[in-house]
Structure formats: structure tokens, C-alpha cells
T-cell receptor, first 115, second 113 residues
């Protein structure tokens, strides 16, 4: 069974609009972490935001926020005021447990920002 | 210095060649990772080193041989690769295995002929 599901293979959004990228996850471990990474065409993975399973507040980092709904096992990324430079592949990822070090990535969503 | 560097950026090799990929970080991180990423797919973990010791090997074929000579350096030695091993190889580091953020390098794009 897939641990991380990203149901949107591709999205087209007008510049300056807000974007929500969907991510659902599956784990029975009470301790886990959720991540979002951005991968431009150059290939480098850029860390955007992290949410721990015990965090009470939704994580925010500048224009990025993570809409964490634990009961629904959902960790959507919200990008406010999108910019042309936001065009990239976005991966949702999860680490189960505290000490394992292994991150599992979803299949990704290709985001295209239109001028 | 908040950077992970990888060399070379591109590598083309034959199936009988021996080559190495290099990864370096000077952030004092004690965990380092190798990932393999095929086109249009997510990265897949290959190896994790924690405090210079191999802690995770995701059943990677022995034609890939990792090495961590010191806390700043991670190598991936390649021998007798197959064309299907062509991929982007990403290195990452984190403060330790429990730390949340992994910093990735730009990757080495490998083509096996």
C-alpha cells in the first residue's frame, strides 16, 4: 500500500493565485514527520516545510504553509501568492518513527505557474 | 556553509567501467544519504550513514558500494553497472538521523551505456 499519496500529477495555476497541493499519508506509527520538497528542473531537492505528528500548530515558512489534518491523515501544502519561480515538481514525504532516518516520497505534483 | 556539493554533475560510463560519485558537506552533519531518482519518479533511498557507519542499506545491488571516509565526505563507488542504473543520484545530509531536515545536493546525472 502506498504510504504517501499525491493525487494531482499536474496543476496549472495563474500567477499570484494561492495553490493547494494535496497529500495524504498512511502510517500506524504515532510518531512521524511530514515534509514537502520542491524540485526544479535543475534537479536539486529544496526543503520547504516540516510538520511533526505531535505538533499542535500547522507549520508555516514564509509563503508556504502546511494544512495538517491528523484525523484525515492529510498534509496539504498551501503556497500563497504564487510566483513564476514556483513552477517545479513538489514532493510530499514522510518519516516514520523518530530514529529511522528513512524518508518515503510521494509520486509528486508538477506545478506550472502561468503568467 | 549550508551547502551539499556533488561531483561530477554528469557522468557517462560503460558497463565495464569503475567510477565514483563524491558528496561533501561542511555543516557538521553526522548523517548522510544516497538516493537514486529515475526520470519522472520520486527519489528512492539507497543508503544511510550515521556517524560514519552504514546504518541503512535498502537492498541495493553490490555493484553500488558506498563509503564514508570521514564525517564530511560520502562516496558511491560504481562497478559493472547496467543501463537501467542510469538515473540522477542525489546525496543529502542532516544533523543526525533523527533530525527533520535533509539538505540535498544538486545530484549527479549518470548515464550507463
Amino acid at each position: 500500500a502506498q504510504k504517501i499519496t499525491q493525487t494531482q500529477p499536474g496543476m496549472f495555476v495563474q500567477e499570484k493565485e494561492a495553490v493547494t497541493l494535496d497529500c495524504t499519508y498512511d502510517t500506524s506509527d504515532p510518531s512521524y514527520g511530514l515534509f514537502w520538497y520542491k524540485q526544479p528542473s535543475s534537479g536539486e531537492m529544496i526543503f520547504l516545510i516540516y510538520q511533526g505528528s505531535y505538533d499542535q500548530q500547522n507549520a508555516t515558512e514564509g509563503r508556504y504553509s502546511l494544512n495538517f489534518q491528523k484525523a484525515r491523515k492529510s498534509a496539504n501544502l498551501v503556497i500563497s501568492a504564487s510566483q513564476l519561480g514556483d513552477s517545479a515538481m513538489y514532493f510530499c514525504a514522510m518519516r516514520e518513527g523518530t530514529y529511522r532516518g528513512k524518508i518515503i516520497f510521494g509520486k509528486g505534483t508538477r506545478l506550472h505557474i502561468l503568467p | 556553509d549550508t551547502e551539499v556539493t556533488q561531483t561530477p554533475k554528469h557522468l557517462v560510463m560503460g558497463m565495464t567501467n569503475k567510477k565514483s560519485l563524491k558528496c561533501e558537506q561542511h555543516m557538521g552533519h553526522r548523517a548522510m544519504y544516497w538516493y537514486k531518482q529515475k526520470a519522472k519518479k520520486p527519489p528512492e533511498l539507497m543508503f544511510v550513514y550515521s556517524y560514519e557507519k552504514l546504518s541503512i542499506n535498502e537492498s541495493v545491488p553490490s555493484r553500488f558500494s558506498p563509503e564514508c571516509p570521514n564525517s564530511s565526505l560520502l562516496n558511491l563507488h560504481l562497478h559493472a553497472l547496467q543501463p537501467e542504473d542510469s538515473a540522477l543520484y542525489l546525496c543529502a545530509s542532516s544533523q543526525d538521523r533523527t533530525y527533520n531536515e535533509q539538505f540535498f545536493g544538486p545530484g549527479t546525472r549518470l548515464t550507463v551505456l
